[in-house]
């Protein structure tokens, strides 16, 4: 019997977080039919007010049709020392979803606010070290993560997980493993980007991402689905693209059309004895196609692969 399930994002369907690249075409109740209609069992909240924000009617609308609330997505400027905003926006969030799903601790995802620093957003995919954090402001950072995520599990409960991401200051190799070295495995894990992880590691990078789960596999505790187009990574680095730029070229294609060995991560889940969701992320921009239809084929992909 499959232990592994799939979801799939509201970012699938076109709710970005970046301003002027979330024009909302498809409404959450469009989103979650469709999503059902193309074989997956599971979300997540996606943008605040997005779906809904009072706890029952988000709880009917997920359970109706059958599916898992997995988690919410939360970013802010950790490098800064006032987080004030940042954090009551997280606690927010996760006194909604500890209120709509009582019988499950949805994960808090906690990330940079990705794409606002002018120079991170500018060399997306090909960051130097010297881009970085100073020393200063990673102890800046990581304690501030540990202090939201200290926040949320007392009040609601709910586990704290960190997403890498391109176009911010914990995208890199190095960067996530400094992240981690600096934080409180009890406090904070990590979500495994597939597609961020390739693409924010530069030039060069293989698909094969099964070395990077094995090294960081005791502070994994999800996973996103996301494919990198190698052509268009490359073409972004050598064109000196940014990243907003990057994801209307379809650098994060469908599943299976990019670089990413999927049929290795699903293998090594199950070496592993994951159980639990796979979630699919297919950055969807206006004017890129049916939502709809790029959720089917991904599915369909990964069912070609066993899941």
């Known amino acids: 019997m499959n232990t592994i399930q799939v979801g799939n994002a509201p970012c699938s369907w076109g709710t970005l977080e970046f301003e002027g690249y979330d024009s909302n075409p498809i409404g959450y109740s469009q989103m979650l039919d ?78 940079d606010d990705n794409a606002t620093d002018p120079q991170r957003t500018l060399h997306a995919g090909r960051a130097t070290d010297e881009m970085g954090l100073s020393p200063e402001e990673w102890q800046i950072f990581t304690r501030n993560v540990g202090e939201v995520a200290r926040a949320v599990q007392g009040e609601t409960g709910l586990p704290c997980l960190f997403h890498h991401h391109s176009a911010g200051f914990v995208e890199t190799p190095a960067e996530i493993d400094r992240f981690l070295e600096m934080t409180d495995p009890a406090l904070v894990n990590l979500v495994f980007d597939t597609g961020h992880y390739v693409f924010g590691a530069g030039a060069g990078a293989s698909g094969d991402v099964v070395p990077a789960l094995e090294r960081l596999k005791e502070r994994i505790s999800y996973i996103h689905f996301k494919d990198c187009h190698p052509e268009i990574a490359e073409r972004s680095r050598r064109e000196k693209w940014d990243y907003l730029k990057a994801l209307q070229q379809g650098v994060f294609c469908e599943l299976g059309k990019g670089c990413v060995d999927f049929k290795g991560v699903v293998d090594w889940l199950r070496r592993r004895g994951y159980e639990g969701w796979v979630l699919v992320e297919q950055d969807v921009l206006p004017g890129m196609g049916s939502p709809k239809e790029s959720a089917k084929r991904n599915r369909e992909y990964l069912r070609s692969i066993g899941l």
């Open 34 to 111: 469709e999503l059902v209609e193309t074989g997956y069992t599971a979300t997540e909240l996606g943008d605040w007010g997005f779906m809904p924000t009072e706890p029952e009617r988000l709880r009917d609308e997920i359970l109706s049709r059958n599916l898992v609330m997995l988690g919410a997505f939360v970013q802010m400027a950790f490098r800064n020392p006032d987080i004030s905003a940042g954090k009551a926006q997280a606690l927010k969030t996760a006194h909604l979803l500890a209120a709509a799903f009582p019988e499950r601790k949805a994960y808090l995802i906690l990330a």
